[in-house]
């Protein structure tokens, strides 16, 4: 089977994605990269009420009209009102309520005047500026009217809109569901960390690396774990993840070797094979099928190859599945600082740090089996087939991570 560019293998998994519509309700604690799933009307108008955009005093313009520090104003303090409080008086002729920041500006009042431009007065007070009417006035809806809508349905919820909510007094958020993932590592040579580690036997990392790079991306993964290079135990551990998720990831055994057993597997569940490989350095005996209606994504067991996949192919599914367009891999421009010297048949992804327009590769392998020389690593570097190496000033495409 010939290899198929990333392009054509994300547009064939896209094809089969589909987008979750079930809803939930949940505490706007919990919905930082949730997805609103109504829209959202104002109930009332915010602020409720005027209010005073500074601490001063309330008054009427038009006493105040020829008010200047030479010829002040000299006003009678007939009430105090702070933020939180009401006051039942009205500002008449010749009158002012000292108020402070958010308190309710009273009736009769047409404008504020800040304290600093008086003399602090408590049982009179003189002011020292003209102030026309409206002015240091908070309107009643400023920030928003009653009825208007707020947020609307397939917003993404950050703190910003996650407080705007509360600000209309809500506690919680209908929104949609979460992605439900699975992840399968196998491999007779794993060991889980914290268990003693045998001869022959490797730490699983991929277990950590994927789980936790699929809860950073919002996905719940409500099954995670490991079987040997035994198709029949891999197959029936995927036929029950599959009762209750969305999205199954497996890594190892994707090959060509004997022990490359999730072709077995496949054939086991009668899952469609969607494709297998793709032309792309590191991952690229990538295995897509599609088993019970959810898509079931094979990547390689070398920590690089399966961590690049889940960047490149991965977020791409998981981004129509929950309409964020924000969790596509954001693709920039970027000047190399390092060679990377290199020449490849097929396009490949460099482990590299960016930052301020540049891209610098780190110290170390960038072989697919090698994963501690990315720690810190922020991006990848790509590189299309049959370009020749990257010297340093060459501009490139950069995947941010
Ligand atoms: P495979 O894709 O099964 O041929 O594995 C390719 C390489 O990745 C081998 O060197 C495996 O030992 C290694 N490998 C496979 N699975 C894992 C894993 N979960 N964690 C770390 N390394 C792995
Ligand atoms: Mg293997």
Request: aromatic residues 6%.
């Amino acid at each position: 089977m010939s290899e198929l560019t990333l392009n054509q293998a994300r547009e064939l998994l896209l094809a089969k994605t589909e987008k979750i519509e079930e809803t939930e309700e949940i505490l706007l604690w919990e919905g930082v990269g949730r997805t609103l799933a109504e829209d959202i009307l104002a109930k009332r108008d915010q602020p409720p009420f005027p209010r005073s955009p500074l601490d001063g005093y309330a008054v009427r313009s038009g006493d105040i009209a020829e008010a200047s520090r030479e010829c002040p104003v000299r006003l009678q303090v007939i009430d105090e009102v702070d933020a939180g409080h009401v006051s039942g008086r009205r500002v008449k002729e010749g009158c002012a309520i000292r108020i402070m920041t958010g308190a309710p500006i009273p009736e009769g009042a047409d404008c504020i005047v800040r304290q600093e431009d008086t003399d602090y007065g408590e049982e009179t007070v003189k002011i020292y500026k003209q102030i026309r009417a409206w002015e240091n006035y908070c309107f009643a809806g400023e920030d928003y009217k009653a009825g208007s809508k707020i947020l609307k349905k397939g917003a993404g919820l950050g703190s910003i809109e996650l407080g705007t909510l509360a600000s209309l007094g809500l506690e919680k958020a209908l929104v949609f569901r979460r992605v439900r993932a699975a992840v399968l590592t196998t491999g007779d040579e794993l060991a889980l960390p914290g268990e003693e580690l045998k001869p022959g036997k490797i730490y699983d990392s991929n277990l950590y690396t994927l789980v936790t790079r699929l809860t950073g991306l919002g996905v719940e993964t409500v099954r995670k774990g490991r079987t040997g290079d035994n198709p029949e135990e891999a197959a029936a551990w995927i036929r029950e993840a599959a009762r209750e998720t969305d999205l199954i990831l497996t890594t190892g055994g994707v090959s060509v070797g004997k022990k490359d057993i999730m072709h077995d597997v496949l054939k086991l569940l009668n899952a469609r094979r969607l494709f297998w490989k793709i032309a792309i350095k590191p991952g690229m005996p990538t295995l897509c099928a599609q088993y019970e209606g959810k898509l079931l994504i094979c990547l390689s067991g070398n920590p690089f190859g399966a961590a690049v996949n889940l960047e490149l192919l991965v977020r791409p599914v998981l981004a129509e599945m929950t309409g964020r367009k924000e969790l596509e891999p954001k693709r920039i421009r970027a000047v190399a600082e390092s060679e990377f010297p290199k020449r490849s048949g097929v396009t490949r992804y460099v482990r590299a740090f960016y930052k301020d327009g540049k891209v610098r590769i780190p110290e170390g392998s960038n072989a697919s089996g090698i994963l501690s020389s990315m720690c810190g690593c922020n991006c990848l570097i790509e590189i299309p087939a049959g370009t020749p190496e990257v010297k340093r000033g060459d501009e490139a495409w950069v995947i941010l991570l």
